[in-house]
C-alpha cells in the first residue's frame, strides 16, 4: 500500500478518509483519540477524569528513584505547580527535587501529606 491511497473499504477498517497529522508525530489525550475513532465507529466519547484540587506548595512524598533493601526510597517536598495533564493522558505535577530541580512527576505515583 502507498502512503495516501485510502485503504479498502471494508468493515473495521477507514474508508476514503485520511486523519494527517500536523507534524511528524500527533500526541493524542484519551478522549482525543476516542474522538476520531468513536467518529469512525459511531461510539460515545470517552471521559476525562478530572484533575485534583492540589493548589501549589502543597506537601507531598515522591519517589526519588532510590532503593534500599528492596523498598523504594522518598523525598518529602512541596509542589511547584497545580496538576496539569501532558502528552501522555496523564496527570503530574511539578515538584522541586534535592539535587535535580524542578522535575515533571505523574500524580499516581506520589503521596499528598495531610495537612
Do not use: C
Not at 478522549?31 to 465507529?41: H, N, P, T
Not at 530541580?101 to 506520589?110: M, R, S
Request: no cysteine; charged share 20%; hydrophobic share 35%.
Amino acid at each position: 500500500m502507498k502512503v495516501g491511497h485510502a485503504l479498502p473499504d471494508t468493515p473495521g477498517q477507514f474508508s476514503e478518509a485520511w486523519y494527517p497529522a500536523a507534524h511528524r508525530y500527533e500526541f493524542l489525550t484519551p478522549s482525543q483519540a476516542w474522538e476520531i475513532v468513536g467518529g469512525l465507529s459511531g461510539g460515545s466519547p470517552m471521559a476525562e477524569e478530572p484533575l485534583p484540587d492540589l493548589p501549589p506548595a502543597s506537601p507531598v512524598r515522591v519517589p526519588n528513584g532510590n532503593v534500599l533493601d528492596g523498598q523504594t526510597q522518598y523525598d518529602i517536598t512541596r509542589t511547584a505547580t497545580r496538576p496539569v495533564r501532558l502528552s501522555d493522558g496523564r496527570a503530574y505535577v511539578v515538584v522541586n527535587m534535592i539535587g535535580r530541580g524542578a522535575v515533571h512527576v505523574p500524580l499516581d505515583t506520589i503521596d499528598i501529606i495531610k495537612r
